[in-house]
């Protein structure tokens, strides 16, 4: 049976690759495309932004069940807003420690749902092996030691005292290392400016060193972050850095006897998380959410939420989570948000119902699960009102496809339902980006988080493999299909 290496591509997009394939900028990609299956649009999870997306490609389901709504949320229990590290300024202001904490430990043993298993416990559980290298999503059943680099403990007081669970191999930059090889010989990769080798270069130098040790685990997990943080600086070098990812790839081919061996070996998949958007240049492209809703008493980041608080605003780029949590202000709210014409939708939970509505219209759909109407996924639904604001077509047997908000029915679900808290979904237009205190803005460069296909529709390449891929694509079927590559009895969830 051959082994599967699975790639995250942050933030690669389908017309990026095309043209870097055409223009001979990607050898790598395009040897795997041409021995595989090329699918452009594969629909990712809403919000776009790493971490929900990261839980559900090793669940295989969406938020409402693996229960981590975004990369940025508020966790009403803790009374906490959880941050997976995005943005200095509001680390620093939330905290730093506990932000590592949320994103080393909190995200995987306590935030991620028991209710759902990894691909990584699933694949232990059937006898086989599995990795992780640099994904921040990573539950297994073995205990690793993280170890904090000394500049960053002296820096910051910051002590971490709990192991994290993971597969038998889990490499998470230079905090935690695989136990079964010799060292990697250091360089800059590995230091504070290269995020402590949470990059590209060092994820393939580990996984080199995970093949040549002899120890491959059945199925491989790796992510490269360089290209995102390039594309929301520098949009227009859009093929120069998928470029470089190539590069990446290509010293992982060489490192076989031949590129045909590599898929010999092994089933090799690459997928992205999200798109991104090109954000305006001027101030209007930033859309204030505190101007918004100046009438509410907004909590602020450096301290608790307290009971004088109205909203917490929790700004995932492109999309944001308003929590209305002074009891009845849910409509308020909304109809605050909805006045904005910059704002895409505007979406929230009436009971069983989500409930949509366009930016400075008071156009609305609902939508509930159950019914007459089936998606091309085969889930049913009722829908009532405006089937413009999602740009859905229902056809005459009553089958309900989907264009500018790709699966919009199962993510808005997946979103809204993943915390029982009353909450308002918000996303900005196409070239617009949200703002709240401190949150890092992209004007003139990349930004993503929102539910419209720019940021939705991901290439998916499959090579080594004749088994074909569920159609159509969605980044939630990719768990399933490896199950079956790997012989392993697909069970939900
Ligand atoms: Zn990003």
């Known amino acids: ?21 055409d223009k001979k900028k990607a050898p790598a990609f395009q040897f795997l495309m041409e021995r595989g299956q090329y699918m452009a649009e594969c629909t990712t999870v809403f919000p776009t932004m790493t ?20 990369l940025i949320w508020y966790d009403s229990t803790s009374k906490k807003i959880i941050n997976y590290i995005n943005g200095a300024i509001p680390i620093a202001k939330i905290g730093f420690e506990q932000c590592a904490h949320n994103v080393l430990f909190d995200l995987n043993e306590l935030h991620l749902s028991k209710e759902v298993k990894t691909i990584h416990e699933v694949l232990e559980e059937h006898g086989l092996t599995s990795g992780s290298i640099n994904v921040i999503a990573h539950r297994g059943h073995k205990r690793h030691k993280a170890s904090i680099p000394f500049m960053l403990n002296a820096a910051t007081g910051f002590r971490f005292k709990q192991k994290v669970s993971g597969p038998t191999i889990l490499s998470l930059g230079t905090l935690v290392k695989p136990g079964i090889f010799r060292p990697i010989t250091w360089n800059w990769s590995h230091t504070m400016p290269s995020a402590y080798g949470v990059n590209d270069a060092y994820a393939i130098d ?36 998928l470029a470089a990812v190539d590069e990446q790839l290509c010293r992982l081919l060489d490192s076989f006897s031949s590129w045909e061996q590599a898929i010999e070996k092994n089933v090799i998949i690459l997928i992205s998380d999200h798109g991104q958007t090109i954000v305006g240049q001027s101030d209007e492209h930033n859309i204030d959410l505190e101007q918004l809703l100046a009438d509410f008493h907004i909590h602020r980041l450096s301290r608790g939420v307290s009971p004088s608080d109205e909203v917490v605003i929790c700004n995932n780029e492109r999309m944001a989570y308003l929590y209305p949590i002074a009891d009845g202000s849910l409509s308020s709210v909304v109809e605050a948000a909805a006045v904005d014409e910059r704002l895409d939708i505007i979406a929230w939970k009436e009971a069983e119902w989500i409930v949509v509505r366009k930016g400075g219209t008071d156009q609305e759909v609902r939508f509930r699960k159950g019914g007459v109407l089936h998606d091309c996924y085969g889930v049913a639904w009722t829908i009532q009102g405006f089937q413009s604001v999602l740009d859905l077509r229902i056809d005459q047997h009553g089958v309900v496809s989907f264009h500018d908000y ?13 915390q029982p808290d009353p909450v308002v979904v918000v996303t900005a237009a196409p070239g617009y980006e949200l703002l709240s205190e401190s949150s890092p803005t992209h004007l003139g460069g990349g930004s ?46």
Request: proline share 7%.
């Open 206 to 241: 580990v996984l080199i060193e995970v093949l040549r040790s002899g120890k491959q685990p059945d199925f491989t997990l790796t992510y490269m972050p360089d290209n995102d943080h390039k594309l929301h600086r520098t949009p227009e070098k859009a093929e120069e850095h």
């Open 448 to 493: 993503h988080g929102s539910l419209h296909r720019q940021d939705s529709l991901i290439p998916l390449v499959i090579a080594g493999t004749n088994r074909k891929f569920t159609q159509p694509a969605r980044l939630v079927d990719v768990k399933s299909f490896i199950l079956q590559e790997l012989a392993v009895p697909s069970v939900s969830g």
């Open 51 to 70: 971490a929900s997306i990261d839980c559900s490609l090793i669940t295989g389901v969406y938020p409402d069940q693996h229960k981590v709504p975004g």
């Open 406 to 418: 790709p699966d919009a029915l199962n993510r808005l679900f997946g979103a809204l339902f993943a």
């Open 1 to 21: 049976m051959k082994k599967v290496l699975l790639f995250l591509i942050d933030s690669m997009m389908p017309e990026v690759l095309e043209r870097c394939v």
